[in-house]
């Protein structure tokens, strides 16, 4: 019996942010469980070019999703997930799918492999994104703006089909509720015709738990409106309802001409945000494909909700979650009583551990005890460039130069001294030669007068000069303390920013709030020997891979997934889909991560699942490292 008690639910966003590369969220009833992105349209262009004569142009477009909505700057893992499928959503397998990512060299996200990879019997590829932070050209721009994905293919004939996809970014993990909160877009038409078409476009609002938040304002917008003419039937912002979705009807008319082939060969692409108390909390972009003629259209969809709640069972062994299933027509007509075959496929799988709390503290001192051995050593060099600074800054103006002028001057002062009194004494000799009426001595004493006079008027002219000359040594010696000074300075500043550097380091080291948990994941590249760990719960209680349900009036189904666990969080399934409408096939397809209970996840006891039943040989996450760098 599985146990009533739920446990409280655990934010996946948030989890997901911290977790780099754990690839997976979780919810506020979860860890490591994913939104489960749905379906979106594709764009697809009629290309000239003929690759293949014999080929015949297919009418496939590509859905794109992610396991999580949002990177972190300080350095992230995301798993993009790219399904190409046909007009009623059934996966093409063996077809190459190449994803792009707009300005890789500076954003420093890059892709783990081959960015081409040959989708599976589902239609799948799946692409591993890493964010390192050490090259992002400018974080700030990546903040505002996100990165834009974009995937393509290209059929025998030369047409191409593309999709695009926005991942955002942020500086930090979110902690408030509304923070978490992203965007889905999806249409009902992957294609509109060039001939003048329609399409309704889905907006979900989303909350960090995977479940639709209502009565959130969402805008839809088309770009570059003015010039393809594609608009909005009515206000381009809408309250989301009950569940989340905000609908919006775009109108492409009749388009011919230089504007036809550019809608053609471009798409067209639509941007939606989620705002709150004027501040953008989500972006999500989608991109319609166009076409020359009649395309054949998917006669209905299905779509997929979570309950975001997570049952253990009464022996704690197993975890089941419910969810429900919508069957509509293309004008979203419920369809009811329409029988509808789920199965579960094996997406992705890893090995890794789970690291307690209490080992990520210890991690933590481990880290931090060589750079507080750093800071101590700058503090240490500081204080010994300041004392060399303080020094120069007290250091009288001297040099050889000034002492020589100094000397000079004090030789030359006491020579007009020495002068001076010998001109007293010949001044006495006149006088007493003058009352002697002594004409000889008379002669003499003045000739002496007049030799000392103009001996002291040459040593004043010298101390004249040598005063110049020293004012003028003083002056260059100033200038050239100052320019001492001013480099000590600078080598200083240079040693003040080094400490304040690691003072941040350690402080953003000290200050990272720990998950209860954190997930070291390692994606297994070989997994054909690796049985599905989940199943559907059948009306008497057996779990199997494949189940037919039927629609209620309202076109809805529930159903339950159970699963060990012990495979929580190393798990990823996809949920495929499939009914028979006017003869022909409907599919669509569920990304599904194996989640678990937030009380689980925080308990500082050990957990089944605390080790990947696929092993451990996975590099430990170090959350630290980043923000050491």
């Known amino acids: 019996m599985i146990n009533k008690q739920l446990s409280t639910k655990l934010s996946v966003l948030t989890l997901a942010l911290v977790l780099a590369g754990c690839g997976g969220g979780g919810s506020d009833g979860y860890y490591n469980n994913g939104t489960g992105s749905p379906s979106t349209g594709g764009d697809s262009t009629d290309g000239e070019t003929v690759t293949n004569p014999d080929a015949v142009p297919t009418n496939y477009h590509i859905l794109m999703s992610s396991d999580k909505p949002k990177l972190l700057v300080t350095g992230d893992t995301v798993v993009v997930t790219v399904k190409l499928v046909d007009v009623n959503g059934g996966g093409v397998s063996d077809q190459p799918v190449t ?162 082939d550019t809608l053609i060969k471009s798409g067209i692409i639509l941007n939606a945000t989620i705002s709150s108390a004027n501040e953008k909390l989500s972006e999500q972009t989608l991109k319609l494909n166009v076409s020359k003629g009649h395309v054949e259209q998917p006669i209905g969809n299905i779509t997929f909700g979570k309950s975001s709640e997570l049952e253990k069972s009464s022996d704690a062994l197993y975890y089941r979650e419910a969810l429900s299933a919508h069957v509509v027509d293309i004008n979203g007509n419920p369809l009811s009583n329409y029988k509808v075959t789920m199965n579960i496929d094996l997406l992705r799988a890893g090995s890794g551990v789970f690291t307690t709390k209490e080992k990520l503290q210890d991690l933590r001192n481990q880290r931090l005890i060589p750079v507080r051995n750093q800071l101590l050593q700058e503090n240490s060099n500081l204080r010994q460039q300041e004392a060399i600074l303080t020094n120069l800054q007290n250091a009288p103006i001297q040099s050889t130069a000034i002492s020589n002028l100094e000397n000079s001057i004090r030789t030359t002062q006491q020579s007009i001294r020495s002068a001076r009194i010998s001109l007293a004494d010949a001044n006495t000799a006149l006088a007493l030669a003058q009352n002697a009426e002594d004409e000889v001595r008379i002669k003499a004493a003045q000739a002496s007068i007049a030799t000392i006079q103009g001996r002291i008027n040459v040593l ?83 779990i199997t891979p494949s189940f037919t349900y039927t629609t209620d009036a309202t076109g809805k189904f529930n159903f339950s997934v159970q699963y060990l666990r012990q495979y929580a969080g190393w798990q990823t399934v996809e949920f495929r889909a499939q009914t028979n409408v006017s003869a022909k096939n409907i599919n669509s397809s569920f990304v599904y991560t194996l989640g678990l209970l937030k009380d689980d996840f925080d308990a500082e006891t050990g957990q089944p699942f605390d080790s990947s039943p696929y092993g451990n040989n996975c590099v430990q996450v170090d959350p630290f490292m980043p923000l050491l760098q």
Do not use: M, W
């Open 99 to 260: 994803l792009a990512i707009d300005n890789t060299q500076s954003n420093g996200i890059t892709i783990d492999g081959s960015s081409t990879v040959i989708t599976d019997s589902n239609g799948n590829a799946i692409f591993n994104l890493s964010l390192d932070p050490s090259n992002i050209l400018n974080s700030r721009d990546l903040i505002a703006n996100g990165v834009n994905l974009s995937a393509t293919f290209k059929d025998g004939t030369g047409k191409i089909t593309s999709q695009a996809r926005k991942l955002e970014v942020i500086e930090s993990i979110p902690t408030s509720e509304i923070a978490q909160y992203h965007l889905e877009v999806t249409s009902n038409k992957p294609t509109l015709v060039i001939t003048g078409d329609n399409a309704t476009i889905t907006v979900k609002a989303i909350d960090g738990n995977g479940g639709g938040v209502a009565d959130q304002d969402v805008t839809l917008s088309v770009i570059n409106t003015k010039n393809n003419r594609v608009t909005i039937l009515g206000s381009s912002v809408k309250k989301t309802d009950a569940d989340g979705n905000a609908q919006y009807s775009i109108t492409l008319p009749r388009t011919e001409g230089t504007l036809a």
């Open 460 to 542: 004043n002219i010298q101390l004249e000069e040598l005063n110049d000359d020293l004012s003028r040594a003083i002056s260059a010696e100033n200038n050239a303390k100052q320019q001492r000074v001013n480099q000590q300075q600078t080598v200083v500043n240079q040693f003040k920013n080094q400490v304040q550097q690691t003072q941040d380091r350690i402080s953003n080291v000290e200050k990272l709030e720990l998950p209860s948990r954190l997930q070291s994941y390692c994606e297994l590249s070989n997994k054909s020997n690796i049985q599905l760990a989940t199943g559907f719960v059948d009306p008497t209680g057996n």
